[in-house]
């Protein structure tokens, strides 16, 4: 298990609170951690963005948002090839600026993730004795006929792990250019 997968006091806190999810017999829930050398308010600027998940999501090649980005307000996510699926829609089910907080469900697609719902969170934690930024993701979904739940959270878990590093990267590269403002929203 790497420093990103490590679960402490302080992030299980973060879980107790934040990642309430109640999966029933045929689903699978986890979470994945991820340790971001720039600070909250940049990486929060580009996790908030509810409308621009392709800033950091590589497999996210065209978002197109219908509503006011609120709650309820929902994407239609053309997915990069490559990937089991070409669209995904999904609808923002929570967006909190003060806690930060992004809950995401997805309502449609032609993938197997099923009644898939995900909370990301992020945190400030001293990283190296920088400000830096711990970013939680958690999910819950229907594990697929033909699928166990290690296998289906393990696949979940891979593409959340892939998207959290690229978020990493991408953060990090704009604080080491100095952009440390956040993005607008």
């Known amino acids: 298990m790497n420093d990103d997968d490590a679960c402490g006091v302080m992030e299980a806190q973060y879980i107790r609170r934040h990642h309430r999810h109640h999966p029933n017999d045929n689903q699978c829930t986890s979470a994945v951690f991820k340790n971001v050398r720039a600070p909250v308010p940049l990486?929060?600027?580009?996790?908030r963005r509810f409308d621009q998940p392709q800033k950091y999501k590589p497999f996210v090649s065209r978002c197109v948002v219908k509503g006011d980005l609120g709650i309820g307000s929902v994407r239609e996510v053309n997915v990069k090839s490559g990937l089991p699926a070409?669209?995904?829609?999904?609808?923002?089910?929570?967006?909190?600026?003060?806690?930060?907080?992004?809950?995401?469900r997805i309502v449609g697609g032609d993938h197997r993730l099923k009644n898939y719902s995900s909370i990301m969170t992020v945190h400030p934690k001293v990283?190296?004795?920088?400000?830096?930024?711990?970013v939680i993701e958690s999910f819950v979904v229907d594990v697929p006929n033909g699928n166990t739940k290690d296998e289906t959270c393990y696949f979940v878990k891979a593409l959340i792990r892939c998207n959290l590093k690229s978020l990493a990267d991408v953060s990090e590269r704009m604080a080491v250019q100095g952009q440390t403002e956040p993005l607008e929203k």
């Open 43 to 47: 990486v929060w600027s580009l996790v």
């Open 86 to 104: 070409t669209t995904s829609t999904e609808r923002l089910e929570l967006l909190d600026d003060e806690e930060h907080i992004l809950g995401i």
């Open 127 to 134: 990283i190296d004795g920088r400000p830096g930024t711990l």
